[in-house]
């Protein structure tokens, strides 16, 4: 089992540019999620998908933000344009099954992204 | 929502000596992990245990659900153990993870 895998790990862009964070799930989860972690906020959630379909997407901060998941192994976060503040760790995770009753969340390796 | 608490905050320890990381929860939960963030930054994966106890080599944790917390035990402690332990829970119905602040641990020789 290779994890969660996670693209790029470092990402270094100008403030305005586009963001693009990938994510490989692991095979035959059903459920995926988008995380941020910065020292002011801790590790907060972004948004979710169950079987593709984003549930929950309370946690994304503005409109310059959107997450696909165009099939169950592959889903991208998008920051468009990118600012200064957006600069944090990525974490892309998922688990089996849709229920949170009993499976635990497997986090990818992160993607930290600077933006200037 | 839920609110999460974990102490101590900082916790410094000599190599070879055992620590409690606790976590408090303020409402009932279905699920509960607890992870190391090392400092690699990568997020592992210790226990999920939203009730009962169980044992990993060095690390053991037990949730007392009814009481609303979790506690985190580290015996003989290695530098290796150094990094950031993180309890998170779920409520309900919900499939948010909800993180506490953490316990930053730093083991010395």
């Known amino acids: 089992d290779a994890g969660v895998i996670q693209s790029p790990r470092h990402e270094v862009t100008e403030m305005g540019q586009e963001v693009t964070l990938r994510c490989k799930p692991i095979s035959g989860h059903n459920s995926l999620f988008w995380y941020r972690q910065t020292m002011m906020r801790g590790l907060e959630l972004l948004i979710y998908f169950n079987n593709n379909v984003p549930i929950d997407d309370s946690g994304m901060p503005e409109d310059r933000f959107s997450a696909k998941m165009p099939n169950a192994s592959f889903s991208t976060l998008k920051i468009q344009p990118s600012e200064p503040r957006d600069s944090a760790v990525y974490f892309c995770?998922?688990?089996?099954?849709?229920?949170?009753?009993?499976?635990?969340?497997?986090f990818g390796n992160g993607t930290r992204l600077t933006v200037t | 929502g839920i609110q999460v608490e974990q102490s101590p905050p900082d916790l410094i320890l000599q190599e070879g000596a055992n620590s409690t990381l606790r976590c408090n929860f303020s409402?009932?939960?279905?699920?509960l992990q607890w992870f190391h963030q090392n400092p690699w930054g990568q997020l592992i994966n210790l226990f999920y245990i939203p009730s009962g106890t169980k044992q990993n080599g060095r690390l053991s944790a037990t949730t007392v659900a009814t009481e609303r917390y979790s506690l985190l035990y580290i015996s003989s402690s290695q530098t290796t153990d150094s990094g950031v332990y993180f309890c998170a829970v779920i409520t309900g119905t919900a499939s948010k993870l909800t993180f506490g602040t953490g316990t930053r641990l730093q083991v010395t020789l």
């Open positions: 995770a998922s688990r089996p099954g849709s229920s949170s009753y009993n499976s635990p969340l497997h």
């Open positions: 409402d009932s939960v279905n699920n």
